[in-house]
């Protein structure tokens, strides 16, 4: 597909800022969405911001069901703010259709553009400098939650099919070892072995999900740092972005997630794994936060369980880097040769670190039900 610059004027004239487009420029540090800000210059105020994304189409091949899904959340979101006396503007984002009322813009070349309001005096962090920074992001991920609870997880479209599904994951991992298309998996007995141990651990939570153990709810399913706009005042998390993965899933793998991402000080394709541990403090901050965020929202079951989150979103990490290894480094973007082998080298590491502290992990989320 041709440079969303090529087609960034017919774009622009699609939608109705409420004033005149100033200037178009690339932000942020994504690499699956082309962003741009959109400055505009209405006559009450020095200038009004916004976002414009062209969806990756490489990413999302149904945009239409990617839209509804973030149209109905925002949506709900929305009112859910404004019914608890919140500031909607500011706390959710807001889609603005274009100018045919559709969801999205199709541009000439079948690209779909969507822009919502720039949500002004917000910072966006890459990684948690200290543990209030990462105790913020889990408030607003667990206040994710909380908002949530009354929306039907079961209407929204899996944008990718089977994304957290840990079976099927072991399973690809498999297919990947057995055909070793590239004569990679001696090299890597020992982290194959690792995840062949663990076989039964990656049916943990989607067992519990079938008993009804755990409840289907709707999740982020990319739970990181920079996808919390921090107010530049107070510190507080104050808005949930890239909605592109809501999905149905298990509130326990959004916990995890973060807990994989912010509890440790390693790069993840660290080399020396003495560098990379758990770290339990970080754990602890987290859990009280995103248990504060979430109100009382999560079962009994669901909280015992975010132990079990952490560890298995860790591992299925693992597993998709090393499925890929396999595979010849298609998927996942590499640098250098072996890099994602050590990802998952890491990845494993902060498991095996989650297993030695485990019966510590379920008493930190004892303190706090």
Known sequence: MAQ????????????????????????????????????????????RRFILQRMSAAAFKQPDQLMENILGVTEYLGREIESRGGDREREALRVIRPRNGEPYYTDSANG??????????????????????????GRAFGHFQRLLQGYPAQTLHETIPRFHDTEDRLAKLKAAMAADKLGRAAECRKELDFVLARENDCSVALKALRDGVLPLRVTHNDTKLNNVLMDKKTGV??????????????????????????????????????????????????????????????????????????????????????????EGDVYFHTTRAGQNLDRCRTQFKLVSDMEEHWDELAEIVKKYK
Request: charged share 20%; aromatic share 12%; glycine share 8%.
């Open 4 to 47: 969303a610059e090529t087609y960034l004027q017919e774009v622009l004239a699609a939608f109705d800022f409420g004033a005149p487009v100033v200037g178009a420029i690339r932000f942020g540090q994504g690499h699956i969405n082309d962003t741009f800000v959109v400055h505009t210059q209405p006559e009450d105020v020095c200038c």
């Open 112 to 137: 779909a553009w969507r822009v919502y309001p720039f949500v002004e005096d917000t910072i966006c962090y890459q990684t948690a400098e200290t543990p209030e920074l990462f105790a913020a992001s």
């Open 237 to 326: 998390g104050l808005c949930v972005i890239d909605l592109d993965t809501v999905m149905p899933g298990l509130a326990i793998n959004d916990f995890g997630d973060s807990i994989r991402f912010g509890a440790n000080h390693s790069a993840e394709d660290e080399t020396d794994l003495s560098k990379v541990n758990l770290d339990v403090s970080l754990f602890e901050t987290y859990t009280r936060a995103f248990l504060e965020g979430a109100g009382g929202t999560l079962t009994e079951a669901e909280i015992d369980y975010l132990p079990w989150g952490a560890k298995l979103m860790t591992l299925e990490c693992g597993i998709r880097f090393l499925t890929d290894y396999l």
